[in-house]
């Protein structure tokens, strides 16, 4: 859905390199979600996020990974010092609430060297 | 643990037949569910909904079942159309958290 805009498409690291991805939500959307797709496998929960605030990171790895959502601005997930095995497409989905639909944008494909 | 179950890694339907997806989930307290489709490359687009007080909704060729006792969605597409070729995936709202099932490779051929 072309609303939900994400940049980079494609970013390439080396190992140990910081990554920044962005993501912008749906004009009057508040909820963010950020998933992270391995090849060959399913798109998995990472962090969910209001503005200002971490709601849900139970599927954030607890080092190198973090989450904001500022009161201005997009989303940000930034991974430090990262590894090849975070290589994914990574992302993100806004929502206006809980239990309604939520839009994904393009994605973000990481590749770590 | 899988909440979430989509046990049909792939499935080859001819056009205009109607494409059937299956998914099954855990916890019958798990209200509300949604259909994904992607494609390589792409983001999920958002396809369909259902909410637990309702056993069917309908858009156009898009029809989703909800068979709460059994726990049991379905994605019926008629008549299948070659565009119709993605990956699809099935998604719940676990508290606040959309869950995603592995995804069913669907391949329309003519």
């Known amino acids: 859905n072309a609303g939900v805009m994400q940049n980079p498409r494609h970013l390439v690291r080396r190992r140990g390199q910081e990554a920044r991805l962005r993501c912008s939500p749906m004009k009057g959307h508040s909820h963010v979600y950020w998933y992270r797709q391995l090849p060959e496998e399913g798109l998995k929960f990472m962090v969910y996020l209001q503005k200002e605030n971490i709601i849900d990171e139970s599927g954030m790895p607890k080092e190198r990974f973090s989450a904001e959502f500022p009161k201005e601005g997009p989303s940000i997930l930034r991974i430090q010092q990262v590894v090849r095995g975070d290589s994914a497409a990574y992302f993100c989905?806004?929502?206006?609430?809980?239990?309604?639909?939520?839009?994904f944008g393009q994605g973000t494909r990481l590749t770590v060297v | 643990d899988q909440q979430v179950k989509q046990n049909s890694p792939s499935l080859s339907v001819q056009e205009g037949r109607i494409s059937i997806l299956n998914c099954d989930y855990t916890n019958s307290m798990f209200d509300y569910f949604l259909w994904y489709k992607k494609y390589p490359a792409e983001g999920p687009t958002f396809l369909i909904s259902i909410s637990s007080i309702k056993d069917k909704n309908e858009d156009g060729r898009f029809t989703v079942f909800l068979n709460k006792s059994a726990k049991h969605l379905s994605l019926h597409i008629v008549p299948s159309q070659p565009g119709d070729s993605a990956v699809y995936f099935c998604a719940i709202f676990n508290t606040d958290k959309l869950i995603f099932g592995t995804g069913t490779r669907l391949q329309v051929f003519p």
């Open positions: 989905a806004s929502s206006s609430g809980l239990n309604t639909e939520a839009f």
